[in-house]
């Protein structure tokens, strides 16, 4: 596998991957950035982890980020040609952004290798978003150039919603050449306990909880106003912030600049493992994406771990949210509304019973949609793409838990 992220940490779903093909029979390799201190090369729970020279840093403008992109692309590419020599790789998965990285898997391809594309994201939209322009400004039809030639060079195609699949099928990929493998939490991890009750709050105390990505797009300002509309009707109020981003100390300014330390705490990212017991603490998990043409096809990972933890979820209206859970599933409130936001969570904290339906309707979702299941699948997938017969070892209860 080769993503231009740190790994393990960075990517859960690169991790995720990885460890089902390897729970599956497979050797896996990842080819990846390397941080200060970390090693060139080492093992992580099984999975080979080469790391290339380049930081990552997302506050870069265009020009620079592609050049940083072109760097670890030719890293990527000298490293995957000097492993192909004595690996022998039967397939190589290549994780967007960028697109165009897939093209650092040429000579195993050209030495037999099937190469799968896997689209964490949709490059054209996420850049029309970010970079403030049109579907059909030069820049977006270049990037969606670059889009289709990637797609063109993979054997396979892997996406995270269907809906993503179905544009990238209109865009012109043929629909058997692209599947989707959903960004669902892994149930070893993220699980109800079966004795375990939710934690009761405090009187008059209710948390609110986010993790992950702290940027712009995703709304987390809107939570801190909302909850300065709230402290003096609810002074028990508490956003719990796990995460970094471009916009973090942006997002800790406001906070100091209305007052609200009290009210706020602002961690960074901490280990996967951990997450669970921090998220179980909380009375709502919060997913406030703003909605433009890139938020409103995302299904956030969060926001699916929160509903696997049993948390109640208070969620901005987006298609493809709402197309994956009902209104007596989720809170929903307006995009970018703070006044409906500071209501709904108001709301939450007035009705306990409304919390309580809202974790037992969600459960709907998770007895549709199971990781272990997801990566049975992705397995098959990547056995019939490279031919692989059924000689294989199965994969193990113990590891891979049963579907419910």
Same mark, same amino acid.
């Given at each position: ?5 740190? =790994?393990?940490?960075? /990517? ?25 201190? /970390? ?17 990552? !840093? ?15 692309? *030719? ?50 939209? +996420? =850049? ?16 969606? *150039? ?8 993979? !054997? ?49 105390? +209710? ?25 003096? !009707? ?5 956003? /719990? ?16 600049? *209305? ?68 209104? !007596? ?18 709301? *939450? ?23 272990s299941t997801m990566a049975a699948s992705y397995a098959t997938l990547v056995d019939r793409l490279i031919g692989r017969g059924m000689n294989h070892p199965p994969m193990e209860p113990s590891t ?5």
């Amino acid at each position: 596998m080769i993503v231009h992220h740190i =790994y393990p940490l960075a /990517e859960p779903r690169v991790e995720r991957e990885a460890l089902a093909l390897v729970n599956h029979g497979y050797e896996v390799d990842v080819i990846c950035l390397r941080n200060p201190g /970390e090693p060139e090369s080492d093992v992580a729970k099984g999975v080979n982890v080469f790391r290339m020279p380049v930081r990552r !840093d997302k506050r870069r403008g265009m020009a620079m980020q592609m050049m940083e992109y072109l760097i670890f692309l *030719l890293l990527a590419g000298f490293k995957a040609a000097s492993l192909q020599r004595t690996r022998k790789y039967t397939s190589v998965q290549v994780h967007n952004l960028p697109d165009f990285l897939v093209f650092a898997a040429l000579i195993p391809k050209l030495s037999g290798a099937r190469v799968i594309l896997d689209l964490h994201d949709l490059m054209p939209e +996420f =850049y029309c978003v970010r970079f403030k322009s049109g579907m059909d400004s030069l820049p977006a039809r270049l990037v969606l *150039l670059q889009e289709r030639l990637s797609c063109r060079f993979a !054997d396979h195609v892997i996406t995270v919603t269907e809906l993503w699949r179905q544009t990238l099928i209109q865009r012109g990929l043929p629909s058997s050449k692209v599947s989707v493998v959903m960004n669902l939490p892994d149930e070893r991890v993220f699980r109800q306990p079966a004795t375990e009750a939710p934690p009761e709050p405090l009187e008059g105390s +209710f948390r609110l909880i986010y993790h992950g990505s702290v940027t712009y797009r995703y709304g987390l300002d809107l939570i801190v106003r909302a909850v300065d509309k709230l402290r003096a !009707d609810l002074p028990g109020i508490h956003f /719990e912030c796990y995460g970094g981003g471009d916009f973090r100390p942006n997002l800790i300014a406001l906070a100091e600049e *209305l007052g609200l330390q009290e009210h706020t705490t602002f961690h960074l990212a901490v280990a996967l493992e951990e997450l669970p017991n921090r998220i179980r603490r909380a009375q709502a998990g919060v997913v406030p994406h703003r909605r433009d043409l890139f938020t409103d096809s995302l299904l956030p990972t969060k926001l699916m771990e929160y509903v696997a933890l049993g948390v109640p979820v208070i969620a901005s209206r987006t298609t493809v949210v709402s197309s994956y859970f009902d209104e !007596d599933m989720l809170q929903f409130f307006t995009a970018e509304d703070i006044q409906d936001l500071a209501d709904k969570i108001l709301d *939450l904290y007035n009705r306990p019973e409304r919390r309580q339906q809202l974790i037992q309707n969600a459960e709907r979702f998770n007895q549709q949609y199971h990781w272990s299941t997801m990566a049975a699948s992705y397995a098959t997938l990547v056995d019939r793409l490279i031919g692989r017969g059924m000689n294989h070892p199965p994969m193990e209860p113990s590891t891979i838990p049963e579907q419910s």
